[in-house]
């Protein structure tokens, strides 16, 4: 049955755009460019080519080029390109100028997150709060979005035609939609903050870090839950809260929605309420893949955006996990250039600078449950410290 709906329904065909701005490593490009692959094959898009090009900032009219901005387009029309996605939010004027040049559908990276937000939000509050954050995206576009309309009309032509009565009114449909999607929301968080007070005094525990580094497997495996896991971005939407007691001692264990670079605006406000289990957290696990290239920088994406959430301080546990894809370039004995990033080895990295710093670490495989006990026992320190400073008499427990 899967081959006969992949028959029916064919992979759009992609091609992916991004500018290489002055005084950044082409590399780095390059790794942006495979999570955005990454996210167009989450979408069911399948890339077939990808453009870059050096320019000081991407260009206000049309993001990149005149002559790149043609050159994608006519290998777009060679080569039968459903859709060109852009890895920047484009404004509302680069969309339009984009689009009268590009013979295919164009993306930019806002919308493809939010697309894929919208696919796989599973509960009420979920939809509400993609659906908030759609409708927010949409409202500055609305204009591009009717003009082929009346380009098409032909009888009006004149500035207060039947297209811009159409924007207006559409304006304040969505306008009002807004508004009560945000009154939803204010209720639907008041519901979660009472049913947060019923649990008690428990100690809370969450789980955060980048989309797609494990946190859900981890979560299974301490909690022993069937929480929904898989190997595609934001698989995660909704916060999932369980029980768990180690050696009588009970606390609350969270899995939230990960995070990515350039996470849209919208998404990071429709979905604060919604991480308000990490701002309530007592301690964080912070869910790195050691195995991938970039880790570094998506630790760094990953802070900012508790800073953003307001649980920047929070006490940090870091789980370096995937341990077992974790793979480094041997280096030439001739070589005398300085190591590169690429070139350590596993036992390098532990002890490297975030091994000798103040923050707590641990290096696993969740998927071969490599040190998962290991993970188990200190999780339970930790906890068993917190809950003996909040209940001194209560220690008796444990």
């Known amino acids: 049955m899967k081959n006969a709906k992949t028959e029916e329904q064919p992979e759009k065909r992609a091609a992916l755009v991004s500018v290489i701005r002055d005084g950044q490593d082409p590399r780095q490009t390059e790794e942006y460019l495979d999570e955005l692959d990454f996210l167009a094959a989450t979408a069911d898009i399948c890339t077939v080519k990808r453009f870059t090009q050096r320019l000081p900032q991407p260009s206000s009219r049309i993001y990149t080029g005149p002559g790149k901005l043609e050159e994608i ?191 849209p605006t919208e998404l990071v406000e429709s979905f604060k309420s919604t991480l308000d289990e990490v701002r309530e957290a007592d301690l964080l696990l912070h869910v790195v893949d050691i195995s991938h290239p970039q880790f570094e920088d998506q630790i760094a994406v990953v802070k900012q955006t508790l800073q953003e959430i307001g649980a920047g301080e929070k006490p940090v546990y870091f789980v370096f996990n995937k341990i077992d894809a974790y793979r480094h370039v041997e280096r030439d004995p001739d070589d005398l250039t300085p190591p590169t990033p690429e070139n350590r080895t596993l036992e390098e990295l532990k002890k490297s600078w975030f091994a000798r710093t103040d923050t707590p670490c641990i290096f696993i495989s969740a998927k071969e449950r490599i040190h998962v006990d290991k993970l188990r026992t200190d999780l339970y320190g930790m906890v068993r410290e917190i809950h003996a400073g909040r209940y001194p008499f209560n220690n008796f427990l444990y």
Request: aromatic letters at 6%; proline letters at 2%; charged letters at 25%.
């Open 73 to 263: 387009a006519a290998y777009a029309k060679e080569h039968e390109i459903d859709v060109v996605i852009f890895d920047d939010e484009l404004s509302p004027s680069q969309t339009r100028n984009i689009e009268a040049v590009m013979p295919c559908a164009i993306l930019d990276r806002t919308r493809l997150i939010l697309d894929i937000f919208m696919s796989r939000a599973q509960t009420a509050y979920a939809k509400t709060q993609v659906e908030l954050a759609n409708y927010q995206y949409m409202l500055p576009r609305l204009t591009g979005m009717w003009t082929h309309l009346e380009r098409q009309r032909g009888g009006t032509g004149t500035r207060g035609g039947a297209g811009e009565r159409e924007i207006e009114t559409d304006r304040r449909v969505i306008r009002n939609r807004i508004a009560k999607l945000k009154e939803d929301l204010v209720k639907i968080d008041r519901q979660m903050a009472t049913q947060r007070s019923n649990r008690g005094s428990l100690v809370r525990v969450a789980l955060v870090g980048y989309t797609n580094v494990g946190k859900s497997t981890i979560m299974n495996l301490i909690a022993k839950s069937e929480v929904f896991a898989e190997n595609k971005l934001f698989a995660t939407l909704d916060t999932t809260v369980r029980k768990v007691v180690f050696d009588n001692l009970p606390f609350l264990l969270s899995d939230t929605v990960g995070f990515i670079r350039k996470l």
